[in-house]
Each structure stands twice: as C-alpha cells, then as structure tokens.
C-alpha cells in the first residue's frame, strides 16, 4: 500500500482546471500502469452515464406514493430488479418480515377551541401532491395513546432544555411537551421528554428552522409552507436500529420475535409531527415565563414556555402491522475474487412519493448499475464481486438494510470489503462520511469528478467551502494550507450503519447537496415537480453522485492492492483522543468556575428578580482522567501504520482480506453501554444526538453524561481495540 | 491623593452584607476622621430621600407630553425651577434661541397601495396615551421632501451592510431605503444611505430587537406592540451636537447663525420612523434577493433585500421654526472653593410624556436637590459650589445642554471640577461611565449603595452579572477575580458630550437598568402608567440613582483633595492602546486571508450560483503601524501616575484646580479629522455608530476605516495629548 499526498503544485492545477492529465496521477493500490487502464475505464463508464436518463429514473420511481408497505412501494422494489436484471445483473428480492405501524386514528386538539388539520393540502403547482395513498403526517412509532394535560414548549427537547425548565420551575410530569424540529434527530425529543415524565410529545416545524424564515414558502419557493409537515420515524434507533421485534437478527418469516413491549427501541408516549399552522394555537395558548432568547421562533407571537392554561388533548392510534419488507440484491460476480464483495446500497422506500429521498440517491445507484452493465457487455468483468443493493423500510428506521446484514452478518464479516451508501442527493458541495481508512480513496476519487456548475473538481469546490466557512482567520489560513479534505464521521440516518456499526465493515457514504435547501423533507411536496425547479435542475449532481460511487466502486473492484490507507485512520483517531482530552480540561475549568459562580450566589444577584429563575444546581467537579493507555495504544498504531507500506505481503490475497478485516478489530464485542448493538469503538449515533456522531462515543458520551467512573472502562474498551488493531495490522504485514 | 485598593476581605464581606462599618472605610480625598463626617453627612442625606416622593415627581412631570417648544414643555421647566428656589437653590432659567423642526406633512404609501398609518394609538390600560398635543411620529431633523423611487431592505444600514449590497448587485442611487432599528444609531442609518445615493429612509422597529420576540407586547407586558414607534432625532451629531446653526458657540438670541443649508450636522434626505404594523406591507412587497441570515428580523415573511416591484412614495414637510429652549440652572454656593463647581444635570423635555426618559433621572435629581436643600437648613454648606441644571432640548440632540456649555466654555473650563449626569433610569444594574480619573470614586460610592431587590451592594451586583456574562470560564474566572469595576467609556446619548468631549471637564454618567427592558422608548408609551408597571415598580432604583448621584457630588464637593485617581486613566489608556495594535493585527491578518481567498476564487467556488452574489472587493493591505510614540507616552504618563499619590502639593488649592483641570491637556485644539467640535483624543461617539462610543477615536476610527495615512497623524496627536498631561501633572505635583 502506498500513501498518496498531493503535491502542492497539483492542488494548484486542480484548482484551475479540475483535471490532470491520466498519466500524471497516481492512483492508491494501482501500479502506474494499472492506473491509466482504470482510468480508462472510469472514462468509458462516465460515457455511459445520462443524466436525462437518471432524471426520467427519478420521475417514474416518485410517481406515486410508495411507502414501505404500500402496492407502489411493491411495485418501486419490482421495477428496481427488473431494471437491474436488464442491465445484465444477476437480482432477486431479499423479503424480511417486519413491524410496521400506521395511523388508524389521529387527534389534537385544544378542547372547546383549536383542531389540529394535520393535512398537508394538494397544490396545482405539484402534480402528484394530491394522490391517493400518501401515509398521513404522523411519527412512526409513536405509542397509541389518549391523553389530556397541560402543555409546555420544551424549546428543542435537549437535555440542557430540560436543566433550564428546571431551573425556571417548569416539569413536565404528567404533561404534554411542544418541541420544534432541529438540533437533535426527532427521536431524541420525545426520548428525553419521556424520560423527565411527559405524557405526550408534540413535534413541529418552525419557520425558523424549516419555512418562510429562510426563504420563500412552497410552491413560491423552496421552503416550507405553513401546511407542510415533516414525517419520520422516532425509533429509538440508537439503542439498535432494524425491526423492533428482531433486534441483532434477520427478520425472516420464521425468525423468534419479541413482544412489543420488550422492545427497547420503542418510546411509550403518543408523539405527533405537525406544520407551523397548526402549532401556532397551541403556542398562543401558553402561559408561564417569557422563552429564553435561543429558545425563540419565527412565529410571529411572545414564545412562552408554559404550561397554558387550558389542557390539550392528544388522541393516536397505530394499526402495529408485520408487512413485507423487500430489499432488491443485484450481483455481478467478480472474475479474480469473487469472495471480496463491494457492496452498495440505497433504500427505495419513501414516506411519500420521495423524489429527493431517496429517489434521487436511488436513480444514481441504478445509472452506475446500467453503465457497469454496459461495460459488462463491452468485455469488462469486476475482480471482485459487486453487490449492489435497494433497501426497503429504511424511512421506519432503517429495516431492510439491518435485517439483511443482521441476517448475513457472518457472511458480510467474511466477505464484504467495503460498504457504499448513498441516500438522497441534490445540488451543492460533496458530502463524503465514513471509515477514515479510505479517506485518501475518496480524496483521488473526488479530484477527477469536475464540478457541473464551477469546472473545478469536487474536492477543490469542497476545500473552497471549508476554507470559507473557517471561523478565524486562522483557521481559514490552515484550511487554505490543507491538501485534499477530511472526510466526516458516520453517526446514523442511514443505511450505512448496521454495516459500519454493528459488523465492521468499512463504509462510505456519499451525498451532494447544500445548495438544494428546501422545506420537502418528509412531505409530500417531496414530489418531482419540487426536484426538477429546486433540487437538482438538469440532474447535473446525480450524474456527478453517480461518477463518485461508481468510480469508487470500480477501483475498490479492481485494484490489486486494496486502497486502505491506515495512516489516516490514526491521524484521525488521534485527533479524537486530543479532542477528548480537551473537553475533559474544558469541562473541568467551566465546571470549576460555574459551581464558583452558583456558590457565590452571583446568579442570585444577576438573575432578574421578576423572573424567578433559580441557579443552575452544583455539578461534580471533573477528575483527571488517564487517557496514557489509549495514547501508548495510538503510539503503536502509529508505528504500525507509518510502516505497513513497505509490507512484502502487499498485494496477496491474505494481506487484501486482513486490510478489508481490520476495522472489525475496533469492534467490542460487548457493545456501548446500555447499547450493545452498536460495536464500533470509534464511531456511533449520539444517544442524546440521533442522526449526529459521536466518535470514540464510549468515551465522550461517559464525559458529557458525567459517568466519571464509566471514563476508565470505556479508555480501556478502545484501548484495547486499537491495540487489537495494531497487533493484527503487524501480522497481517508481516512487520 | 491616595489609591484605593479593595483589600479581598471587604470584598467577600460586600457580597454577604453589601455595607461596611463606616469607621472601615477609606475614602479617597479624605482622611479617615473626614471619611467617617462624610459618611454621617451621605446617611443624613439618605434619609431625606423619598421614593415615593420620586414616584410623584415622576407622575406630576410626566402629566402632560412636554417637547422642547411646547406649552407644557414650559410648564415642565418652571416647575423645576420653583422646586429648585423651594428647596433653597437660586435658580433661574438659561433660555436659548435653537432651531426646532416638527412636522406639519407626512405621507408613506405604496401608490395605489398600503398606505401608513403613522398613528399610535390611545390605550385604555395608559391614561395619558390619548392625550392632546402629542407630537406626531417623526424623525427630528429629517429634510423636507416628497420623493418616489424603489425600496430597498438594508438591514440595520450599516456600512457593512452596504457592502453585501455591493456583493448582490443591489445598488440604493436614486431609491428609498427601509433600514431597522438596533446596531448604529439612528441617525447613522439616513447618512450612511444618503453617502450611498439613496434619496429617502425609512427606519421600523422589528420585532425581534423592538418587539413580541421579546415579551407580551403593551399593554399586556413591556414590549412594542405592532402600532408603537420610536421617535427620535437623526441631527449628525457626530460632527457636532447642539443648535445646528450654532457650532461652538451659545443659541443666544443675538448670536451668529449659521443658513440651514450649511449646517454640516443636518441631513439632506427624508427620512421617517414607522411600526413594524406599517413596515410589513413595505417588506412584503419588496422581490430581489432573499436577505441573508443575519439580516432577518422576527416579522412572518421571508426578508427579500429588493427592489420591490413597486415603486413607494414618501412625502415629508417640516415648519423648521426657530423656538426657545429652557434651561433651569440652579447653584448653591461653596462655602470654601465658590469657584470649584460640581456641575449636575438631567434633561426635563421628552419626545412625548417621558416617564422614564427624562423625567425618571428627572426626578431623582430633583430628589437629591431636595435632600441637600434640607441639610442646609440643617447647617450644612458645601465646600465646593453645586450647579444642578435641567437641560431643555435633549432630544432633539442635547440643544440646551451644548449650547449652555458653549456659552459658558470659558467660565467652565476654568471652574468645572466634574460634570454627573443622569437621564432615564430603572430597575437592574448600575451603568456607570466616563471619565477613568473618577473610575475609583465611583467604586467607593457604589460600594455603599445598596441594592433594593438583593441587598448587596450595587457594585457586588455589577461585578457578579459581569463575571456571569463573561464569554469564556477563563474571562468568568478573571472577573470573579477583579476589585472593583471597570467604569465604561462614554460615548454620545446625552448631555455629557459638550462638556466632556468639548470642554475636557471631567464627567460622569449614572443609571440604572437592564431588568426594565420594554418598548416604551420615545413612543407615547413611555408613561407614568407603564414605568410604575414595567421601569421602577415602587421606585426603589430612583432612590438608588439618587443615593448614587447625590453621594458623588457631596464626596466631590467636599473633599480636602479632590477624588481623582489619574493612575485609572493610565491603565484605561495603555488598555486602549493594546486594544488598537491588536485590532490593526488582527485587520491585517484578516484582510491577508480574505485578499487570498478571494484572488484564488473561492469565493466564486463556494457561492450558491443561483444566487448571483460577488466576491467582496479585494482590500488594501494593512501596513505596520508605529504606536512606539504613544507607547512611550504612555511610560512617561506610568511614572508620573505612581508618583502623584506622594505629591507634597496634594491639598492645596492650586493642586486641586490642576487635577479637575488636567483632562483638559487630553484635549486637541484641531478636534478630530472632519469633526473639530469633538476635541478630546481619547473618548468621542463613533462616526459610523453615533451613541456607541470609539475610544481614542482618531486612531481606531483611522483603523477601522482604513485611511492608513491618518493612523501615524493620529497617533501623533494623542502621544502630544498624553505628554501633555504628564507634564502639567508634573509640574503640578512639583515632581
């Protein structure tokens, strides 16, 4: 294995002309001949690409609604396999059964006054906005339920909300909570509210964050009007995502399920999403404290945090149906390693018609599928074995993806050296997350897709932003200094994770977007009417999604020496463990100087006393914890990785497997605490973030949550993880 | 003169009891057996304060709306002046001739369209907002004008803001502008859009810095409901503040005047303050780019920058009449130093009825007046001559105060040891600033005011909401550290400016505040009936502003060595000064940046192409500055600082006159560059912020403006200036 580093002076021509001629690049895991042959390819694939044909794949797929369930969603997985078996692929559909709840009854209500609509009204402007078949706006999940009390704005439902509703003398016990979307992932909301005591959780869209705040409302504009509601699951995916019935296993027809009620990953309030139309009542009814300055909205009122003085009533009820959940499996058979696997997916189910998502991730995969096809038919065969996969139920929280990798984990860990997501996509700037062992992979990949609306390629307009958007001048120096970009750190919200989390596997995921804001998430204005005008015009970005997977997929295929790059997955870890060590030292100092602070009753004298705001309690100082052993452990790990490219052994079928294998060495068998689904030392869904990271999350979440005594333990976890890593990189290359 | 240094233990004892036994105390100027009178005089003082005295004068003063020319504006002076000769004062009225504008047109409509109402109307909860001879909602000193032309949205018309014009190819030449209220100060938003091109203003309260973004709107809670509006002046008193056709010299009848046409401090454009009830129509109207985030206020629509489709029409007359303006100077004679004055003021006219702007401050120092005319009949005399004045005209830009003090500049600089402010006043925190040689008084007399809701003392007070709101737990522990506060800097705002930044006199300005937040400001709102609700339930702080005032004064007045601490003033001005080299190195490290980023494009790169917007404009270089002079100044004015507490003159007559006389020396004969009537080179209001303060404002404003020839010229000038004064302190103290 070699490492690539730019040379200065090709970042500067990339910058120009986004392009280098094929002779002048190198390629990780390819001989400088091998290389201009693979290049060669790429150019022959991208031939095939058609960007009108991926817009006509986006406008048959979101033609109608096709939830996970629904005849179309049967119909969408159908069409999938018929097209993959067209473009040459050996496909069939891979069936779990799974829990899948839909509204039977929906009510909220102020009694004696205001009645939630819950309805998002068809628009003239959105041709399939007023189909048959659209599943209602509510929260998968939510429990059934019938309850009446008092309501309280709980600002984004954090925790540090509720510290603030307990210093303002508000509880939520036996009420029902206000939250607005945004911040955490909305599972989290009615997680915390439930776990302070609420009875029922609403969850809306402010303008603020999702609507005319941040430009003109639908069909106008891009953003969300006062109708539109955002759906989506409240699974409590961080403790395991997947059928809630079969955790850590495949959900087949046979497969041993749980009652619901010993499903950890369901919450036991009725949770409702509603637009900002129907909330503004409900804010208007409500008494109590004057919101904080962060707390407050864009609707036109005095946010107040309550209770009201009137109770409110919330009425739901699910029909908690097992449906049929068909994943799409397309196969190309490798013609040197048939059992290395390049695997890569994205789900096909909607909450509604989902043009952006997942469609537009969807007609990218399939686009790569057809021109590989084509290649295929031209004389070309993969060295490995390409998977590539259409995964259903993931909008419920990721079911069709966990349960065929649950239901093929020992297969996968064998097999499976990489694992490619992508999800929905639209105009903007790269998105590149995952396993940071392939960072240099995806930084060459990126430098030879150009940019359809700059001419320069994907990672310079990328750097170009991150430089930008530096907070000092400082930073902005460095980041102008840096070659290639840093590809993030996977959390969860999509079907990477049982893949990445659970099993091992190294995985990627790829998105363009940021430019493609708008307020269709969720909604049935997800539609193709909204993507043509505001997502991706012209399906220029699904082209250039499709050239960055595909040409992924086709050099993790095809190279002799698989394109691992350690090192960066050291510096990357190593950045962490400084990190950690300086929220420790932060956490330490401002828990030193805010209990000062509360003893000297400062917050007493500032605190207005018309407002009768109590001081923050008095929080346990932070001890000196000994991060030493995951430092010598990264010592080691340092000297592994800085020699692994001078291995005898690179290039031999052992070496190849020991390299996809590796990631599986930072697993700990026991799991996170009190989630031990998730396996992975290095990289998790935040329990208090959802969607968000968390990195050496066994650590970081012991410091934030204030588990002094958990710190110890999980250093040990991933110590002994990277260690295993280590030892298992020096046999492998034999060093 | 001696130094007084908090010993930590006083400190810790404040916090608990917020007082000290008086025979622990020192006091500086006095010697400990003066020290312990002093304090018998204040607590004997103290006890003829009455709030509910305050609260009536407030009522009685705030009866009737009494602006500068009007039949009750009269009524409102003569009052104080029989107060003033009741409580044994002689005093008489000191009336000048000013120039006075009011409306006698004003129009703003969308032709065809919405038109304004421009009304706020009577509320049955507010007894006098109905009341007659209201002065109607308007910009005082806007031109006369009647123009049409195409709106545009600037923000809070900063000239930043005019530069993100620039980048969205928005130009204002030959339209109207909407700017908002908050960040500068009114009257910069017309100039700044008049510098630009535009050719009318129009300035709204937003709801999110003047609104229900920030509690229950009136009469329900404090805040601005949709139909209030601020009035206010917009005379460019950045160039000079007073009687436009007066500069430098006294609105007596007979004096000089200058045409209309060429007072450099009036504007030439139209210019209007309107409610965010009128401004809605205006915003929703305009097309043209969506406003950046920063610049969307709390109204339910998306802020567009414009231009609207339509073209608006504004259409504004004046009766631009000459008027008198009345001042009330009332003197109790010193029975020592006669021509030592302790000058004290407060403004008596409004823009309407003025409950808490003026006549709260008003009323505590007509309280002070009160109390200390008992201790005369009681025997007392003070040492020094007090001069107590009630400025008229403050409003429409310190008219009476200006032109007093250019009418006696002469007698004032030679007589003038100090000169206490107050105005508006209310519930919270101390605000106290100005002239850094009286920094240490003010923490002495702070130290024994108590604070009515907490009791301890106000500065206890100050110093727990300063630590608490420091922005890092470093800053938060270096506050929790700090003897004493920091006094802050004086800007403009009210009737100080003549004095201090003019005349060189030594100043102060007192109020209370931050826990009376509301929107009452310069409305018809501001009322007897909203300040007992939401400014000063029970007048508890117009005690305390009394207590403060009326401690300083008597300390000032009585004191065998006058209370100044010039070793304050050094270290406030060698703070400034590293304050300056860091802002020039941080600016050139900045602009290196961002000259980089734009010149390699990133800009272009990272820019939304659907959003048209430009690279900012490649900025000139920030060369390295030669601060060493002032530096060296600086040492010298160290030296003589630490040695003046061992003076053998202190006490003497001659020492005394040359400590109140010595900020004078900081004076510089050619003023500041485009602004001569501003002489003083280490405090000035901002060219570009009004009432925001720049200190040493020749050199930063230099700085900020980048008009890097004028930084070396500045310097120059303030190194004279801080020689000077450490000569003549010098000679002084015969050292």
């Known amino acids: 294995m070699t490492t690539y580093h730019f040379p200065r002076i090709l970042a500067l021509l990339l910058c120009t002309t986004g392009l280098l001629r094929a002779q002048d690049k190198k390629l990780i895991g390819y001989t400088p001949e091998a290389a201009g042959k693979q290049l060669e390819l790429e150019a022959r694939f991208d031939q095939q690409l058609s960007r009108q044909h991926i817009g006509e794949t986006i406008r048959q797929l979101s033609a109608h ?3 996970i369930g629904s005849a179309h969603g049967k119909a969408v997985a159908d069409e999938i396999l018929q097209r993959f078996k067209s473009y ?3 496909a069939s559909l891979a069936t779990y059964q799974v829990l899948f709840p839909t509204p039977k009854e929906r009510l909220l209500e102020i009694p004696g006054g205001y009645k939630a609509l819950l309805k998002e009204p068809a628009l003239k402007e959105d041709a399939t906005s007023g189909q048959e078949g659209q599943l209602p706006t509510y929260n998968c999940w939510s429990a059934d339920g019938d309850v009446t009390g008092e309501l309280v704005y709980v600002n984004f439902g954090l925790p540090e909300d509720y510290e603030y509703l307990e210093r303002a003398g508000v509880s939520v016990k036996g009420k029902i909570v206000i939250a607005k979307y945004g911040r955490s992932w909305r599972g989290t909301k009615p997680k915390v509210a439930q776990e302070h005591g609420a009875i029922g959780c609403i969850i809306y869209s402010d303008p603020k964050e999702d609507g005319y705040y941040n430009g003109d409302v639908y069909p106008k504009g891009a953003f969300k009007n006062e109708y539109g509601v955002q759906r989506g699951s409240i699974l409590d995916m961080v403790i395991y995502p997947g059928d809630p019935l079969t955790p850590n296993t495949g959900a087949t027809a046979d497969a041993r399920r749980l009652k619901r009620e010993e499903a950890t990953s369901l919450l036991k309030i009725p949770v409702l999403p509603i637009s900002y139309h ?42 908690w149906q097992i449906r049929p959940c068909y994943n799409v499996i397309a196969k190309l058979k490798g013609s040197e390693w048939p059992d290395e696997w390049v695997v890569r997916g994205n789900h096909h189910d909607a909450w509604v018609n989902g043009a952006a998502d997942p469609i537009s991730g969807m007609a990218s995969q399939l686009e790569e599928a057809k021109a590989i096809g084509e290649l295929v038919k031209q004389g070309y065969r993969p060295r490995r074995t390409l998977v590539y996969c259409a995964w259903d139920g993931e909008e419920p929280g990721l079911l069709g993806s966990t349960e065929w990798a649950e239901d093929h984990a020992a297969e996968l860990q064998q097999k499976a050296v990489v694992y490619i997501n992508t999800d929905n996509n639209g105009r903007g700037f790269l998105g590149a997350s995952g396993s940071h062992a392939l960072e240099t992979l995806v930084n060459e990949v990126g430098r030879d897709i150009i940019d359809p609306q700059t001419g320069v390629s994907v990672i310079a307009r990328k750097q170009a ?20 970009i840093a590809i993030g750190a996977m959390g969860s919200g999509s079907d990477y994770s049982a893949f990445l989390q659970h099993l091992g596997i190294p995985s990627l995921n790829y998105g363009y977007g940021g430019e493609d804001a708008g307020g269709e998430y969720h909604s049935i204005y997800d539609s193709y009417d909204d993507f043509v005008r505001f997502k991706d015009p012209g399906f220029h970005y699904g082209l250039a999604l499709s050239q960055t997977a595909g040409h992924t997929v086709l050099r993790i295929a095809d190279a002799v020496n698989l394109p691992f790059d350690y090192r960066k997955l050291y510096e990357t870890v190593n950045g962490y463990v400084n990190e950690l060590t300086e929220l420790a030292a932060g956490l330490r100092e401002s828990t030193l100087v805010e209990n000062q602070l509360i003893r000297e009753n400062k917050y007493q004298l500032v605190t207005d006393t018309a407002k009768h705001l109590l001081p923050p309690a008095i929080k346990t100082a932070v001890p000196y914890f000994d991060f030493s052993p995951l430092q010598n452990a990264l010592a080691g790990l340092d000297t592994v990785t800085l020699a692994l490219a001078n291995s005898k052994k690179q290039g031999s079928p052992a070496f190849n497997k020991a390299l996809y294998q590796a990631e599986q060495q930072l697993l700990h068998t026991a799991g996170l605490p009190a989630r031990p689904w998730y396996k992975h030392t290095i990289y998790a869904p935040g329990f208090y973030t959802g969607y968000g990271v968390k990195t050496i999350p066994g650590v970081r979440e012991a410091i934030e949550q204030r588990q002094w005594s958990e710190v110890g333990t999980q250093i040990g976890a991933v110590t002994a993880a990277v260690n295993r890593l280590t030892a298992y990189l020096k046999t492998a290359a034999g060093i």
Not at 289 to 310: D, M, N, Q, S
Not at 473 to 482: D, I, N, Y
């Open 65 to 67: 609604p096709h939830h």
């Open 88 to 90: 040459g692929w050996d």
């Open 278 to 319: 129907d909330a503004r009542p409900f804010l208007e009814s409500l008494g109590g404290p004057v919101a904080p300055p962060e707390w407050r909205g864009a609707l036109p009122l005095t946010y107040h945090i309550g209770p009201g003085k009137e109770k409110i009533h919330l009425k739901l009820s699910f029909d």
């Open 465 to 484: 932003v991150e430089a930008l958007s530096a907070a000092t001048p400082k930073l902005k120096k460095e980041k102008l200094a840096k070659q290639g």
